[in-house]
Each structure stands twice: as C-alpha cells, then as structure tokens.
C-alpha cells in the first residue's frame, strides 16, 4: 500500500510511491487557488469536517457579519438620512472665529444697485390743465456698487448675534446708462409729504405751514440732478420747518439713508443652536414686532435679509421669507423653476407671487396691510408704507406698477410693465442655501390728492425704481460654491453607490454561507 502523507492545507492530499505510480495517479492529484481557499473558509465549498480549521471558520463568519451590519448602517446613513448633507451645512453656521461668520460680516459680495429716476416732460402743462395726462421718462440705470459689512457685531452666547449694518456706495460709470449730474423734473417728496400732513393741523398752523411754503418757494415739481436727488441736497422748506420742528434735518434724498450705517439694530440666529434658524430674524431694534400691522402674522418680525435662508427649507414645497426693512414687512418666495446660474451652477429660482400688493377683496390675506384708522385699503399693485416713512404718503409696488391694476399704468403715460425687467426673482443654491443670482426690483412712489398743488384726482406719481444684482462675486467664495456642488455631490454619490455594493455583496456572502452552511458536506 503506498503510504498518505497529509500536508497542512485541508485541500491537498499527495500519494506517495514510485513514478510509475506517481503518475498513474496524478488525475486523482487536486490543486486548490486562493480563491477556492476563501471559498472555503467562508462556507461555500464542501470538504471533509475533520479537514475544516473551525477557530478560522468562526472568525470569518464574525468579520462577515460585521462587515454586513457596518455596510447596512453605512447604507442607511447614506442613503435614508441627512447626515452626509449636515456635514457640509454645519459649516454655515455664524460661530465665532469661523470662516462664515468672517464672510457674513464683510461678505465676499458685492451688490449692483441699480436706479432707474422717472423724469417728468409736461409737469407745468398738467398743473396748468393743458394735458389731461403726466408724461414721464425712464431714465437710468445709474449704476452703484455697494460694499456692506456688519458692524457692532456681538455674539450673545445663546444661539443670537447683534450686529448693525454699514453701507458704502460707489458711483460705477461704465455701467451707468446717463450722467448722475444731469437735471431732471422730479415730485417735490417734501412739500407733498407736507402738504398731506397739512390736512391734520389747526387753521393757526397751516397759515404759519403756508408763509413758510411761499418763502421756501416750493412747488409740486422741482428741477434737480439725480445725485442730488439720490443722495442728498439741503431743501429751503425743510429748513424753515426745522424752527419749528427740531428733530427734522435740512438736507432730504431718496436714497440718503442707504449710503452709510443704518440706525436699525437686528438681533438674528446664529445656527449654532439649529440650523432650521440659521440667519433668521429674531428682533430689530429690541422688538419682535414692527408695530405696523394689527396681526401677528403681518407685524412679527421674521423671514432673512435674503442672504442667507435656513437650508431644511430648500425642498421645493416651503415659503422663504425675506425682510425688507424699508418696506416694513415680510416677502414671500416661492419655488418657480431649476435654472443655472454663476455659469454653471444649478440653482433654483424663487419669485415673489404677484398677489403680495393685491388688493384684499383679490387676496384676503392682505387685509392686515390696511391701515386701521381710517381703515383703506390701497388699489391692486400699490403697497402702504406711509408708517415707516416718517408720515410721508410713500406706496411701494414692483417696477412700472408690474401686477398692479390697470388704472395705475392708465393713469400716467410712460409706465409700460415688462415681466422680464420688472419682476422680483432669486436664484438660490439648493444645498447652501443662499441666492447666486437674481434681481431684487422695487418702485417707490408718492400719492396726491385732490386739491394738493392744483392735483384734480387722486394719483400714484412714480418716483424712482431700484434694482439690487449679485454682481461681483470673490473667487474664494465662486470655488466654495464650485466644490460644494460638484465635488461634494461626486463624492456623496461615490459614498452612495460604495455603501450600496458593499452592502449588497456583504448580504450575499451572509446568505450564502446560511445557506451552504446547512449543507453536510459529501464523504469519500
């Protein structure tokens, strides 16, 4: 009998005897791989029990099962939760000494305002009655860009941070369609404000409003520059009402308040205590509330600046809110269309619905916006702002009376609304949350009415339209936004579909091994 030597490897048996033997039985000689190996130990080929290692046996069983429970767990992560997403949001958060909180406070944007100043062709013909109708041109945009910063800024320690803002603005020639310093026919804002408040004082105090008014010399029109009107000039009736009145300034401009530090103090939240209240509003100037409005929903004070929104709001469904503090109130934006913006970068864009200046007998949830005492509400596209404008009658609505109703574009020859030039709208990215695109645009007009300056009929005279632009945009920021839409998204997938193959060939090796694991194997 030739005699069996029996080496280590379970699989492997060699006869031992002469040549001739040897190689009679060579068919019978079985060569295993590594593969087979594996096969092996992981229960998927049958041998004899008595050649089986058990202690390896167990010990790959136990790997496999916490590969498959670690690839299932990975599975989920990555496939039925936000934590992946949450890892890159969490770098938004406003927490001191971090690189968004440095950018919030000197963004790494800067703004294009755009204005756009209605000039008044026949306004001595209208006063005079020789034309049934005013005439105006749209003259612009003059073109400013505006570096802002957060200034004050304080970190409360519970999730809040207190800041205040500061504006510089810079004249942009090459953009600007006009010369700032030409003339143009402008409404008179002071001497109408006036005169609406005149309808309020004791027959003493309009004799002494109307010396004061001939002296000035003032009428319902004026001949200025646009930067005068923009930015500042010294107003002669003005500075007779301030004997009168000590708080009120000499020097009067649409836009005066913009350029430099805004009395307002905001108080918003930081992120840090959640991100589903990263950059809201929680309180201006000490207040929750405006005291404005007679509703909680219309007065709380809310919603973002528009640069920042909390990002679990980015599903498509939910209403952004955006707080505009010179129109006293809250906007809202609604999801319309996936568009690409920054040359590349999908972005979904928002609009603000056309009934938001809708009069409330077309959309009821603007009644709130009716001022109590009296108690009117404003025609269809125009908006009442005159409680935050210091008394003045100043109505907000978009561009050209855009949405409005038609009596205000009738009213005045010139007004032409265009969807496309005058619509609000904001592309947003749909992971960081914050606009890369779009264009804010809102006019500012004046109301008169009848017996005001030889005024006939009650009319909303068109003063001046601005429109706000991303415009430049610093190449730190452009290659943030780059890596967090296409590297983060590169590697989110790769994770995805890893975790998925792992997952999957882990539950296959599991399974199989159950099932060939039942099986005894075949006995020689």
């Not at 105090?205 to 008014?213: C, D, Q, T």
Request: with cysteine; hydrophobic share 40%; net charge negative.
């Amino acid at each position: 009998m030739p005699e069996m030597i029996a080496f280590n490897s379970p699989e492997t048996v060699v006869v031992a005897g002469n040549e001739n033997d040897l190689r009679k039985q060579r068919p019978l000689k079985k060569k295993t791989s590594a593969l087979n190996t594996v096969f092996f130990y992981l229960g998927l080929e049958q041998r004899s029990d008595k050649d089986a290692n058990v202690c390896f046996k167990i010990l790959i069983l136990v790997a496999l099962l916490v590969l498959f429970f670690s690839s299932a767990i990975g599975f989920i992560i990555m496939w039925f939760t936000d934590v992946y997403n949450n890892s890159i949001l969490e770098k938004l958060i406003l927490a001191p000494n971090t690189t968004a909180a440095e950018w919030w406070v000197t963004p790494p944007v800067f703004p294009l305002l755009k204005v756009h100043v209605f000039n008044y062709t026949n306004s001595r013909e209208f006063l005079r009655g020789e034309d049934s109708k005013l005439r105006v041109q749209d003259l612009g945009p003059f073109v400013y860009k505006e570096t802002a910063q957060k200034i004050d800024v304080r970190h409360n320690g519970d999730g809040t941070i207190a800041y205040r803002e500061h504006r510089h603005i810079e004249y942009l020639p090459e953009e600007s369609h006009g010369n700032p310093f030409d003339e143009v026919t402008v409404p008179n804002v002071v001497l109408l404000s006036a005169e609406m408040k005149k309808m309020n004082l004791g027959t003493f105090e309009k004799i002494m409003y109307g010396g004061m008014k001939g002296t000035a010399g003032s009428t319902a029109f004026m001949r200025t520059s646009v930067d005068s009107f923009l930015w500042g000039y010294d107003d002669q009736l003005l500075s007779k009402l301030k004997t009168f009145l000590p708080d009120v300034t000499n020097r009067f401009g649409m836009l005066m308040s913009r350029n430099g530090t805004g009395s307002e103090n905001f108080t918003i939240y930081s992120g840090e205590s959640t991100l589903e209240h990263l950059a809201v509003i929680k309180e201006m100037d000490g207040s929750t509330r405006l005291h404005q409005w007679h509703t909680d929903e219309c007065d709380l004070v809310g919603g973002t600046d528009g640069s920042q929104f909390p990002p679990h709001l980015m599903d498509r469904q939910a209403t952004l809110q955006v707080f505009i503090k010179s129109l006293c109130r809250k906007f809202p934006l609604l999801y319309d269309s996936e568009v690409m913006a920054l040359e590349g970068i999908p972005a979904w864009r928002y609009k603000i619905p056309p009934t938001v200046f809708q009069h409330p007998s077309v959309h009821k949830q603007n009644e709130c916006f009716c001022p109590q005492e009296p108690k009117t509400c404003s025609p269809s596209g125009v908006f009442n702002i005159t409680g935050c404008s210091m008394g003045a009658p100043i109505f907000a609505s978009f561009p050209h009376f855009y949405t409005g109703d038609r009596v205000l574009i009738d009213a005045i020859d010139g007004i032409e609304p265009v969807q496309e030039q005058h619509e609000t709208f904001a592309d947003i990215h749909p992971r960081l949350a914050f606009p890369i695109g779009g264009a804010s645009r809102f006019q500012i007009n004046i109301r008169v009415q009848p017996g005001m300056e030889s005024f006939k009929q009650e009319l909303y005279l068109p003063v001046i339209w601005l429109e706000v632009v991303p415009g430049e945009i610093s190449d730190e920021l452009r290659a943030m936004i780059y890596h967090s839409t296409y590297s983060a998204n590169a590697i989110q997938m790769s994770l995805k579909i890893g975790s998925l193959a792992i997952f999957a060939l882990s539950f296959v090796l599991v399974i199989a091994k159950c099932f060939y694991g039942r099986r005894k194997p075949n006995k020689t």
